[in-house]
């Protein structure tokens, strides 16, 4: 284009803009949010993958020897290369203790400091009486004195112990630790106040008695009790085996170099891990945390895994979004174009002009939004980090400055998707379309949407839920293509109706409705997706919870639930008939999805199948649980057996929470997966492969409250017994996360509807202001609008609950078995929501004005 084309484009686009400043403003609100929702999402998924386990009790070790707490499955999709697939471990994989006595032969070790972590509880290490342990047992993080080194931890009082009998507590500080300590020491019941005081303000002394043990030292970093290398060994029990060992280098030996001689003594020493016989791992820098904290990286890799699912999401409704607003913006000033086209305007200088346009305002809007990103992400995460317990212990999600830098990768990625929508909302100016490749285009999207909702019916899971997902945007962006033609429909329903009862303002409401379906097609698609897309992300977690809650309730006969003892005790209370111990923990299972190989690590419970009777009933369908007797077995889920074709008799294949494989042989198939997981194993198969074997709780039957005094300590855990229903470690993160991330979602399609509601209104006053110019009064004016807004409104309403019905049902029927569920007071919020957005978006543009002037 020639200099003096490109002067007559800017001159164009600039009194373009300012000659529909209000149009745009529309626009610019809608880029803003857009751009504010995806640089926010793109920090947290940066921040996610940045994360990583926090380093403590290694942090003086350069190199740390463990178990991989990954595990792999290599396999070859359909048509593909062979692809790896990883899953992070929950419970602890260990090592052999021979380890630290190859890592002590290495040049430049000074030290090969082997650490165990365990759990000391309060009664049970006290004087072997055998006591039952009752609700509200302290426990206490246990290792060896040996280890404190590796942070180090110092003593601030006292000394180390030399024998069975002494501990030295952590906390001596004055910190948290020594106040928790403090409670234990009061709960043992036997605490000695001889000794002088730590100065932590009333904290453990030295000469105090804690879960059994004399407190001969105090020492800085959190509260432990750190127990003689021999005694530490004997309470870890795992005779053989360690969880890691920590290497301290001599003096002047560089980290990296330590790192390389270590591994190749590991190497050449051909050492396995004692779970799945892996090679063992030598970490380093921020690695050595995940040592530390098994939960940390799992739960990463589940909040990235949300994450990127989301954005799918978020990404597909902002387009939808954009291209609607910035196609309307453009479309109502079709008489523009053509009259630019007829005093000498190229068909090019147009489109060019259109660009400049959208570029300045999508520009401006997106700075301004990936700027209020940032406090947007600050504050979910700050949020996030406030609540004890959300974000799992040890992990660190980081957000270094240069991070931020990714709002304006984000900003130019909306102005690009702006500009694209210019080519094609812009192309060919002043030769209206056909419409025939949309019509088609619309109508392909709507079968493949309702295919998608058929193929989440047969599937379950995770893989029911995208199918489903997939099914609910595919079927609202084939009633974007279709909008005009779906609002003509609907008009030539109510045309009679408006016409005989609404009066002139019912007469204008049809007559303006046959004219411009294409305008009301438009308004109508952001009502039919925040509609479509609130009705399926509440209904579907209300669903599942409704379901999920319904078979905790059934499953659990139990009348009473004890924590901080064994069924094995429970059972010699009076009165008790049954008891079993419930065990939490994790199991991974390789299959594929559509052809690719997936990992999935799924929440298990360990039982006692003796004790099952009238305590907890998985709703059997097929075999028997007491197989679960023996050795080598497991109850599957109706669902996972369907999809695995497992039934009694058969086998399946697990890695078990610490990664070990097995081999298992079908018992019996239950139908409550929902609320008990899809697998239920042994006690005595799950326990030895997790790091805290102690069960969860115990479960017990009794037809009347146990006669005379139970052992001391040993008290119900509440009067009424909790549901049993598993979750997987850090649920509640991912839930809090998607739900912002949802609400975000729905704030923008809420904003759509104004925004293109506001569009429509400014590029409609001069058909009013004519309207009253041949006899309309004001107040028919506003009831013909009244009548379109409530015509949106319904329409929308009704277009969107079917578009969310055909994949909410499918998902509800392959994952429970019955149809979705929405609470009316969430159904009554929905309509009225969209109620008061159409009718903001209708009025607004004519408020404070006399209608048509």
Not at 2 to 26: C, I, Y
Not at 96 to 110: H, K, N, S
Request: aromatic letters at 4%.
């Amino acid at each position: 284009m020639s200099r003096k084309g490109n002067a007559a484009v800017g001159l164009l686009a600039g009194r373009s803009l300012r000659a529909h400043r209000k149009a745009w403003a529309a626009v610019f609100a809608a880029v803003a949010v857009t751009s504010a929702l995806l640089g926010a999402l793109a920090l947290a998924l940066g921040s996610a993958g940045l994360g990583h386990a926090r380093v403590e009790r290694f942090a003086a070790a350069p190199v740390v020897v463990a178990g991989d707490q990954e595990v792999s499955w290599r396999a070859t999709p359909w048509g593909s290369e062979p692809t790896t697939v990883t899953a992070g471990l929950t419970e602890r994989v260990r090592i052999p203790a021979a380890t630290a006595d190859v890592l002590r032969t290495v040049p430049g070790v000074r030290a090969a400091v082997p650490d165990d972590t365990f759990v000391v509880r309060e009664r049970e290490v006290g004087a072997g009486t055998g006591a039952a342990t009752g609700a509200g047992a302290r426990t206490h993080t246990g290792r060896s004195w040996e280890a404190a080194a590796l942070a180090p931890y110092r003593l601030v009082e006292g000394r180390e112990p030399r024998r069975a009998g002494e501990v030295v507590a952590g906390g001596g500080d004055g910190g948290a630790g020594a106040g928790a300590l403090a409670g234990s020491s009061s709960a043992a019941g036997s605490s000695s106040r001889s000794g002088s005081s730590s100065g932590s303000g009333g904290g453990v002394r030295v000469g105090d008695t804690v879960a059994g043990r004399t407190v001969v030292g105090l020492a800085d970093g959190p509260a432990a009790l750190y127990f003689t290398a021999e005694e530490a060994r004997r309470l870890a029990g795992h005779p053989g085996a360690v969880d890691a060992v920590g290497v301290l280098g001599e003096p002047g030996v560089p980290a990296d170099t330590l790192h390389a001689r270590v591994r190749a003594a590991l190497d050449a020493a051909g050492l396995k891990d004692t779970a799945a016989g892996l090679p063992l791992r030598a970490l380093t820098g921020d690695g050595r945390g995940g040592a530390e904290h098994l939960g940390a990286l799992p739960a990463r890799g589940d909040l990235l895994q949300m994450l990127a699912a989301v954005s799918g999401t978020v990404v597909l409704v902002a387009v939808l979004v954009l291209a609607s607003l910035v196609a309307q913006a453009l479309g109502q000033r079709s008489a523009e174009r053509d009259l630019l086209l007829s005093v000498g305007a190229t068909p090019r200088q147009v489109r060019a002009a259109a660009g400049r346009e959208v570029t300045r305002v999508a520009g401006a809007a997106a700075l301004v939004g990936g700027l209020a990103a940032v406090p947007a992400f600050l504050a979910l995460w700050s949020a996030l980090r406030g609540r004890p317990g959300v974000v799992p212990e040890g992990l660190e999600l980081p957000s270094p400055p240069w991070l931020f830098a990714g709002v304006l990768v984000v900003a130019a990625v909306v102005v690009g998707i702006a500009r694209l929508v210019v080519l094609f909302a812009a192309r060919r100016p002043g030769r209206p379309g056909k419409g025939a490749a949309r019509r088609i285009s619309g109508i392909a999207l709507l079968v493949l949407g309702a295919t998608a909702a058929g193929t989440a019916t047969v599937q379950g899971g995770d893989a029911a839920a995208a199918a489903a997902g997939a099914a609910t945007v595919t079927l609202v962006v084939g009633c974007a293509l279709l909008g005009p033609w779906i609002a003509r429909a609907a008009m030539t329903v109510l045309d009679r109706p408006f016409r005989w009862f609404g009066g002139a303002p019912g007469r204008l409401t049809a007559a303006g409705a046959t004219a411009h379906s294409r305008r009301l097609g438009a308004a109508l698609v952001p009502v039919v997706l925040v509609t479509a897309f609130a009705l399926v992300q509440l209904s579907a977690g209300t669903t599942m919870e409704r379901a999920a809650g319904a078979q905790a309730r059934a499953a659990t006969t139990a009348d009473l639930a004890f924590t901080g003892t064994t069924a094995e005790r429970v059972r010699r209370l009076p009165g008790v008939e049954s008891a079993t111990d419930v065990l939490r923990s994790t199991v991974v299972l390789a299959r594929t999805q559509a052809g690719s190989p997936r990992l999935d690590r799924l929440p298990v419970l360990g039982v006692d199948a003796a004790g099952l009777a009238g305590t907890l009933d998985p709703g059997v369908v097929a075999g028997d649980l007491a197989g679960l007797g023996r050795p080598g077995t497991v109850a599957v889920g109706a669902g996972t057996a369907d999809s695995l074709e497992a039934k009694p008799g058969s086998t399946v294949e697990l890695r078990l929470g610490d990664g070990t494989p097995k081999r298992l042989r079908v018992v019996a198939v239950y139908e409550r997966s929902l609320a008990l997981g899809e697998f239920l194993l042994p006690k005595s198969e799950l326990a030895p492969h997790m790091s805290d074997p102690y069960p969860a709780r115990v479960l017990a039957s009794t037809g009347r409250t146990p006669a005379g005094a139970p052992e001391p300590g040993l008290t119900p855990a509440a009067t009424s017994v909790a549901p049993e229903q598993v979750t997987l470690p850090g649920a509640e993160l991912n839930g809090i996360v998607s739900a912002a991330v949802v609400g975000a979602i729905g704030g923008l399609t809420l904003l759509s509807v104004l925004s293109t509601l506001a569009l429509i209104g400014a590029g409609r006053r001069g058909e009013l202001a004519l309207l009253r110019q041949v006899g309309a009064s004001a107040g028919q004016l506003r009831r013909m609008l009244g009548l379109e807004a409530g015509f949106l409104t319904a329409t929308g309403l009704i277009i969107g609950a079917v578009v969310a019905a055909l994949p909410l049902t499918a998902f509800a029927w392959a994952l429970t078995g019955g149809l979705p569920y929405l609470p009316p007071a969430q159904a009554g919020l929905i309509a009225g929501t969209v109620v008061v957005t159409v009718a903001a978006g209708v009025f607004l543009p004519v408020a404070g004005r006399r209608v048509g002037r």
